[in-house]
T-cell receptor
Framework: GQNIDQPTEMTATEGAIVQINCTYQ??????LFWYQQHAGEAPTFLSY??LDGLEEKGRFSSFLSRSKGYSYLLLKELQMKDSASYLC??????????WGAGTKLIIKP | SAVISQKPSRDICQRGTSLTIQCQVD?????MFWYRQQPGQSLTLIAT?????????ESGFVIDKFPISRPNLTFSTLTVSNMSPEDSSIYLC??????????????FGPGTRLTVL
């Protein structure tokens, strides 16, 4: 079967760094997406990894290890506006996104 | 990126009635998707709607309950038929614009929040 596992909720302090982990099992693999979703809003694209390693994009970085079925999203210099849910979504052999339940990130001053 | 609008943004409906949700895109796209998201839950794909062909439904979703139209490359509708309280959810359409990048990320509409009484 296909399965995505990420923490339900995390809390971090403004200005700090937080790492959101995601482990996955899919039928085939064609890359992994991270999306951000603010409460009551639509998901927006953050990053995509298809090869092993770290992809850096400003304050956000995403890492992938295909052999371990593991990814993480790293958020630096946290801001209050980063309070949102972060969705991990690997793609299967048919390029279909398999969505995790998301990690709700709470940023405290 | 693609700009997507949905109508209605929210609605409260009575059990047994039907609601049609519209999705409009500002550019021509082949791939369009309809999702459902329960509060605090992950996105669940209902169906993929490609212009010129019948929609492809995921396991657990059937055309009689969720008929979809895709008359052209910029528009689609999803109907939630014979609604029950279990259909209360947020319904999202998304598109995969061609040639945007090498990995074809999806862009989402703002969603339709449906409450069935």
């Amino acid at each position: 079967g296909q399965n995505i596992d990420q923490p339900t909720e995390m809390t971090a302090t403004e200005g700090a760094i937080v790492q959101i982990n995601c482990t996955y099992q899919t039928s085939g693999f064609n890359g992994l997406f991270w999306y951000q979703q603010h409460a009551g809003e639509a998901p927006t694209f953050l990053s995509y990894n298809v090869l092993d390693g770290l992809e850096e994009k400003g304050r956000f970085s995403s890492f992938l290890s295909r052999s371990k079925g593991y990814s993480y999203l790293l958020l630096k210099e946290l801001q209050m506006k980063d309070s949102a849910s972060y969705l991990c979504a690997p793609t299967d052999s048919n390029y279909q996104l398999i969505w995790g339940a998301g990690t709700k990130l709470i940023i405290k001053p | 990126s693609a700009v997507i609008s949905q109508k209605p943004s929210r609605d409260i409906c009575q059990r047994g009635t039907s609601l049609t949700i519209q999705c409009q895109v500002d550019s021509q796209v082949t791939m369009m998707f309809w999702y459902r998201q329960q509060p605090g839950q992950s996105l669940t794909l209902i169906a993929t709607a490609n212009q010129g062909s019948e929609a492809t439904y995921e396991s657990g979703f059937v055309i009689d309950k969720f008929p979809i139209s895709r008359p052209n490359l910029t528009f689609s509708t999803l109907t939630v038929s014979n609604m029950s309280p279990e259909d209360s959810s947020i319904y999202l359409c998304s598109v995969e614009p061609p040639n945007m990048s090498s990995y074809n990320e999806q862009f989402f509409g703002p969603g339709t929040r449906l409450t069935v009484l």
